[in-house]
């Protein structure tokens, strides 16, 4: 069986780190700049997507890790849509990566390495699209479908961490970061079925309140140690080569920041805002990096190709 296509992968975890940078940007208030991040989130999602159904009949097993990055990053493209003020789209799209998901769900991910995380990770994803869509249209049913789906993802996050080996922090090429990013993606799906709480709705009594809002900062908490202890892991191994599943490091960070800005909403704390606004804008700076640093790969594979084609003749 053919390994899975280094094109679909690019193309989703690229997707899934731009539309969460675009998520993080609207969370920090720039609205403008996130609607031109989200238009090339949907561009590359959609690349992606094509691909991953050309190979569909002949090798879809091993493109599960791809089709999972796919479904998550249609949740977040939905949520982008949704804060754009376009809920019908961000319906379509938590029908669509719901589907998918509930397909996927029971098949084997990502081996041992970081992509094990995927699972967890489109399901905390679809929370906080379904949050979101809670929020906006002030229905009770997509939040507490998105509680559901919370729980869920935090016990299969437990599975994944059972799963996953250790020694990806010293040799994984980036997905291995999917281990704090699931965290962060976690936190950042409790902050919004805070807010998408109101007198209106009344979706959590005291209790709930107090469960929700000790969860999203013991995650958040958890996904920043977690954070801090794979950057020190990237001074002792550093990775030079660029690796497509560098992308799921930027997706991580945003996600990182994405989450503290709005567990800082929900709690209104002042400095934690502070916080994810840096946050945020070295998750943009990492972003921008790795495009540069895959355009300089891709012009040194194809120089390369080109000498090895002149060789040959």
């Known amino acids: 069986m053919s390994g899975p296509s280094p094109f679909a992968t690019w193309w989703a975890t690229y997707a899934l780190a731009t539309g969460t940078v675009s998520v993080g940007l609207d969370s920090a208030g720039h609205a403008a700049l996130s609607r031109v991040v989200l ?21 879809w097993r091993a493109e599960v890790p791809a089709v999972f990055t796919t479904a998550a ?23 669509l990566s719901a589907l998918v998901w509930a397909v996927l769900l029971a098949v084997e991910v990502g081996g041992r390495r970081g992509t094990v995380f995927l699972r967890c990770v489109a399901t905390q994803c679809l929370a906080v699209l379904a949050a979101a869509l809670a929020a906006a249209e002030s229905l009770a049913w997509p939040a507490h479908a998105a509680l559901v789906l919370l729980w869920l993802g935090l016990a299969l996050y437990g599975f994944a961490l059972f799963r996953f080996q250790p020694r990806q922090v010293e040799e994984g090429r980036g997905d291995h970061w999917f281990a704090e990013g699931a965290l962060a993606v976690s936190a950042l799906a409790g ?12 979706l959590w009594n005291e209790d709930d309140g107090d469960a929700l809002r000790n969860t999203a900062v013991t995650l958040l908490v958890l996904a920043a140690v977690a954070c801090v202890a794979l950057l ?9 080569h ?61 120089r390369a190709s080109r000498v090895r084609s002149r060789a040959r003749r």
């Open 242 to 302: 660029y690796d497509a599943r560098r992308w799921a490091t930027v997706f991580c960070w945003a996600v990182t920041a994405t989450a503290t800005l709005e567990v800082a909403t929900a709690l209104d704390v002042a400095w934690l805002d502070v916080a994810g606004q840096a946050l945020l804008w070295a998750a943009v700076a990492a972003w921008l990096a790795c495009t540069v640093w895959a355009a300089a790969s891709a012009r040194a594979g194809a």
């Open 73 to 95: 990053a249609a949740a977040l493209l939905g949520t982008g849509f949704t804060a754009a003020g376009l809920r019908s789209v961000g319906w379509a799209l938590l029908a």
């Open 232 to 240: 020190v892991a990237e001074l002792f191994w550093p990775r030079h």
């Open 191 to 202: 902050a919004q079925l805070l807010s998408a709480d109101s007198s209106r709705l009344y």
């Open 39 to 59: 238009a090339l989130a949907c561009g590359a999602w959609l690349v992606s997507a094509v691909s991953l159904l050309q190979r569909a009949r002949g090798a």
